[in-house]
């Protein structure tokens, strides 16, 4: 019976320089929600989040979009649709807070809007962060998109 050796031969590595060591991943994602913004009046009032991207795997290195709640929605459903990504919850829909007669401004106070700002933007980045989800056309427009085009046919999308 023949013995097997390791090979223990060093794999051939540049040297690395300081920004190499201590910089961001060369795959490094981020995303922020912010700046949130509620425009329109009685019914048609909504807000709409800052969605600010620095994506190297994008088609568009960094780029900046705004999205309201129900696009996040709609991300979410046709990520479940079309991908094998178990997609993670959004942040509630805060039925009783769309109620009349509040003693608070319901959807459209600060607070609320802050929390789901925050919700919102662990929402993408756990989304973004995952592989399957990056060739997804539907998270490229999402994020890059001035107006998502919901008629869109769905692809995966293949990195350069």
């Known amino acids: 019976m023949a013995e097997t050796v390791a090979d223990t031969r060093r794999l051939i590595t540049k040297p690395q320089n300081l920004n190499d060591a201590y910089g961001p991943p060369s795959n490094f994602l981020e995303i922020d929600v912010s700046n949130p913004q509620t425009v ?4 048609g009032r909504f807000t709409t989040y800052e969605i600010r991207t620095n994506l190297p795997i994008f088609k568009l290195k960094e780029s900046t979009v705004r999205r309201r709640y129900s696009d996040f929605e709609w991300l979410r459903s046709e990520l479940e649709r079309e991908s094998k990504v178990v997609v993670p919850p959004l942040p509630g829909k805060a039925f009783l807070r769309q109620l009349p007669f509040r003693g608070d401004d319901g959807i459209f106070d600060d607070n609320f809007i802050e929390e789901r700002k925050q919700g919102l933007e662990q929402f993408i980045n756990k989304v973004a962060g995952h592989p399957l989800a990056q060739n997804e056309r539907c998270l490229h427009m999402f994020l890059q998109d001035e107006i998502i085009d ?10 350069a």
């Open 150 to 159: 919901k008629s869109y046919t769905p692809s995966k999308i293949r990195h």
């Open 40 to 43: 329109g009046v009685g019914r």
